[in-house]
């Protein structure tokens, strides 16, 4: 018998406030018997698909396969990528939501989108009962967060077309915690934050990395500890600072709880599909929700545990706006080795530490941004931000890592030892040998949403973006 799809889930359900999981029969499965689940979510999604958007069914029809290729979960491979592009597209081609929208326009209760800084924005429109799957599923990865009815959870995110804080409130209201939904980005709403946080005493945050370490930094100059907020559980998405190690022991150091790494991409809402437990060992990839390969970006086919790839996503539960095998451009390692929390979903150890157009090649050497963070944060000294400017001089490539030292530091021989720490560290993990300049504490910019924080000089004389809003601009 073939499951009733799309899913119906009981909104009134809740576990046991001791219990470790939301849905053990899922989470806890043999991969193969899940397997089996999940097959018949993709196979009902594909069939959805197929009958609803020209989109789909011109690109599918173009591959040779249609929904009858999906015998086994591995015939997946054998569709087509989708990447942004395309789906820009189809926008533009379809205005507003594109020909893979696969519910009536009506049917659309939420609207949101990327904010398209360097380009057409896309548009996400989320249909009514979609957006109670989204609850539920957010709802389900908070649990396994450690976020319980009894906590009251500040959202200090932007609410605006972004999703990730809608996504996060939505989740919170799911589960029966308290919501906190103060957003950021207005002019002194940080030191707002900080006093309403003082008084309202959460026990969870939700932000990006950054953000969260700018609101410590505004919170130490009012003379509140940041450990004073009393928060157990800081989350995260939009950006790879969570899951940096150096980043994630400051954020833990800092706050003194615990910080968890989320999140893929808006298009893939639920986008908390890929999240740690409270184990923090990695993000799970919460397979039955939304179906990842890690691919070889070449060929687009599933690497085996433990290489690296980017992840490609395929929504099971999808009705408005379904996006199968849309690819991340993330960078990431996969695994299959088992979690305290029981949880069987593979993982990715490290989390996403790079995007394939993130990444900068200087004389021939693969640097992510995210290295250099991992490196800078864990060196005593280092004063809490820094930029990276790629240029290139008489032909040949110039790593320029400018760096703030602490306020501690002293004139003179202590800040020289300390850009030498620097120098030889980032040489040893990259392989090249930076120039590093130091500056004072806090002349660097902070943000309160997505770190920019490399300037490549060499692109000067390119053509192009990439990166769909979120390439690092020049200043
Ligand atoms: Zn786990």
Redesign the pocket.
């Known amino acids: 018998m073939t499951p009733a799809w799309p899913p119906r889930y009981d909104a009134a359900w809740l576990p046991a406030p001791e219990a470790e999981h939301w849905a053990p029969e899922l989470e806890c499965a043999k991969p193969a018997e899940r397997e089996a689940v999940i097959l018949g979510k993709l196979r009902a999604q594909v069939q959805w698909a197929w009958e609803r958007s020209p989109f789909y069914r011109r690109a599918w029809e173009a591959a040779g396969v249609s929904p009858a290729t999906l015998r086994t979960l591995a015939d997946l491979r054998r569709f087509p990528v989708i990447q942004k592009a395309d789906l820009r597209a189809a926008q533009a081609a379809h205005p507003p939501f594109g020909d893979y929208l696969c519910i009536a326009p009506g049917e659309v209760a939420r609207i949101h989108g990327t904010s398209g800084t360097t380009g057409r924005p896309t548009v996400f429109g989320v249909g009514r009962d979609d957006w109670e799957r989204i609850g539920e599923a957010h709802a389900r990865i908070l649990w396994?967060a450690g976020i319980r009815p009894g906590d009251t959870v500040l959202v200090a995110s932007f609410f605006s077309l972004y999703l990730g804080s809608w996504g996060a409130l939505k989740g919170c209201e799911r589960l029966g915690a308290t919501a906190f939904p103060f957003g950021a980005g207005l002019p002194g709403q940080t030191l707002m934050a900080v006093q309403w946080a003082r008084d309202l005493a959460p026990t969870a945050f939700y932000g990006t990395p950054s953000y969260a370490l700018h609101f410590a930094e505004t919170a130490r100059r009012e003379g509140i500890e940041p450990r004073a907020f009393g928060l157990r559980t800081l989350f995260f998405s939009g950006e790879p600072g969570a899951g940096i190690p150096a980043t994630k022991r400051l954020i833990e150091e800092t706050f003194g709880g615990r910080c968890i790494d989320m999140g893929s991409m808006a298009e893939m809402t639920p986008w908390m599909t890929n999240a740690?437990?409270?184990?923090r060992?990695g993000m799970?990839l919460w397979q039955d929700l939304v179906y990842t390969e890690v691919c070889d970006p070449a060929t687009w086919q599933p690497v085996p545990y433990g290489d690296e790839g980017t992840p490609v996503y395929t929504h099971l539960e999808r009705t408005s706006q379904p996006m199968i095998r849309l690819v991340s451009g993330d960078v990431a390692r996969w695994t299959d080795e088992p979690?305290?929390?029981?949880?069987t979903?593979p993982?990715l150890p490290h989390g996403l530490y790079g995007r394939l157009d993130d990444m900068f090649i200087v004389r021939g050497e693969n640097v992510y941004p995210s290295a250099i963070e991992d490196v800078l944060r864990a060196i005593d000294g280092f004063g809490g931000e820094f930029s990276v400017i790629v240029s290139r001089r008489e032909a040949m490539d110039e790593l320029l890592v400018r760096a703030e030292h602490a306020g501690d530091v002293a004139d003179g021989p202590a800040r020289v030892r300390l850009a030498q720490t620097m120098k030889d560290r980032l040489r040893a993990r990259l392989g090249v040998t930076p120039i590093v300049e130091l500056v004072s504490p806090g002349t660097l910019p902070r943000t309160e949403f997505k770190a920019r924080r490399v300037v490549d000089d060499r692109d000067l004389y390119r053509q192009g973006t990439g990166r769909d809003g979120e390439r690092h601009v020049r200043p």
Do not use: A, D, K, L
């Not at 740690?276 to 184990?279: L, P």
């Not at 979690?339 to 949880?343: D, E, L």
């Open positions: 396994g740690e437990c409270r184990h060992t799970h979690c305290p929390c029981g949880r979903y993982r």
